[in-house]
């Protein structure tokens, strides 16, 4: 898998607005940094302006990063220790403080590549893009077995393209002015981590992600959404 300059950029670009998100949260002192590299493997689910779904695109691969950060909803290693109101009545219910502190937020900049490929009429033609964006979401953290864990996220982000060509034959027409792949695109979907604490500072995990976009379909326009199936390795800083 070939990752191209512009991808390298766009790490550059993720990696600046990291730095302003951190300056934004940084009150809210984060438990988790962390780092994720990985695989998009991605479906370009077009309809046509008679509504009609076009079969003859194919499942596309590309590259993935991302950094974020994570927030406990409640941290019963330090914050049960607060004199804060909000604190002191967690103290005295243990239970609820519990469960909460399996539950977290997190917050990412990412860096996508989306792409497909496909044939009409033996004429062979392939999307390749670059998407940059935010996504947040929460997550519950299932309790450690022999430091092994799951987590569970719903996830919503919003990716916007900063470079992108459709090669038909040979010839490239560029997707960032295409009414289709233009504008913000909005993703909901799910994911599940494999996580194992290596020690006190240190997680590593296996993630696999699930997002789509929600177009609704238009009366005599085309409809482009996008399902997109991420695989990624990573580490958490605690």
Same mark, same amino acid.
């Given at each position: !898998?070939?990752i191209?300059?512009?991808?390298?950029?766009?790490?550059?670009?993720?990696l600046?607005?990291?730095?302003? $998100?951190?300056?934004?949260?940084?009150?809210?002192?984060?438990?988790?940094y962390?780092?994720? !590299?990985?695989t998009n493997?991605?479906?370009?689910?077009?309809?046509?302006?008679?509504g009609?779904?076009?079969d003859?695109?194919?499942?596309?691969?590309?590259?993935?990063?991302?950094?974020? /950060?994570?927030?406990?909803? *409640?941290?019963?290693?330090?914050?049960?220790?607060?004199?804060?109101?909000?604190? $002191?009545?967690?103290?005295?219910?243990?239970?609820?403080?519990s469960?909460?502190? !399996?539950?977290?937020?997190?917050?990412?900049?990412?860096?996508?590549?989306?792409?497909a /490929?496909g044939?009409?009429?033996?004429?062979?033609?392939?999307?390749?893009?670059?998407?940059?964006g935010?996504?947040?979401?929460?997550?519950?953290?299932?309790?450690?077995i022999?430091?092994?864990?799951?987590?569970?996220?719903?996830?919503?982000?919003?990716?916007?393209?900063?470079?992108?060509?459709?090669?038909?034959?040979?010839?490239?027409?560029?997707?960032?002015?295409?009414?289709?792949?233009?504008?913000?695109?909005?993703?909901?979907?799910?994911? *599940?981590?494999?996580?194992?604490?290596?020690?006190?500072?240190?997680?590593?995990?296996?993630?696999?992600?699930?997002m789509?976009?929600?177009?609704?379909?238009?009366?005599?326009?085309?409809?482009?959404?996008?399902?997109?199936?991420t *695989?990624? $390795?990573? $580490?958490?800083?605690?």
């Open positions: !898998m070939k191209s300059l512009l991808f390298i950029k766009a790490i550059v670009l993720v600046i607005l990291l730095v302003l $998100i951190c300056g934004v949260l940084n009150d809210l002192r984060a438990q988790t962390q780092l994720e !590299m990985g493997v991605t479906s370009f689910q077009f309809r046509n302006s008679e009609t779904d076009i003859f695109l194919k499942n596309g691969s590309g590259s993935s990063f991302k950094l974020g /950060v994570e927030y406990k909803l *409640i941290d019963t290693t330090k914050d049960i220790s607060s004199s804060s109101r909000k604190f $002191i009545y967690f103290s005295q219910k243990p239970r609820i403080a469960l909460l502190s !399996m539950f977290h937020i997190d917050f990412q900049v990412e860096a996508n590549q989306l792409n /490929v044939d009409n009429q033996s004429i062979p033609f392939s999307y390749q893009t670059n998407f940059v935010l996504s947040g979401g929460l997550g519950f953290n299932s309790p450690q022999k430091q092994w864990s799951l987590n569970l996220q719903s996830k919503i982000s919003g990716h916007k393209i900063i470079q992108g060509n459709q090669e038909v034959g040979n010839q490239f027409i560029d997707l960032t002015h295409d009414s289709q792949f233009s504008p913000i695109q909005l993703f909901a979907g799910l994911g *599940i981590q494999l996580q194992k604490k290596v020690n006190e500072n240190l997680v590593l995990f296996l993630n696999f992600q699930r789509q976009t929600f177009h609704r379909e238009a009366l005599g326009k085309p409809t482009l959404n996008f399902l997109n199936n *695989i990624s $390795i990573g $580490i958490k800083l605690l």
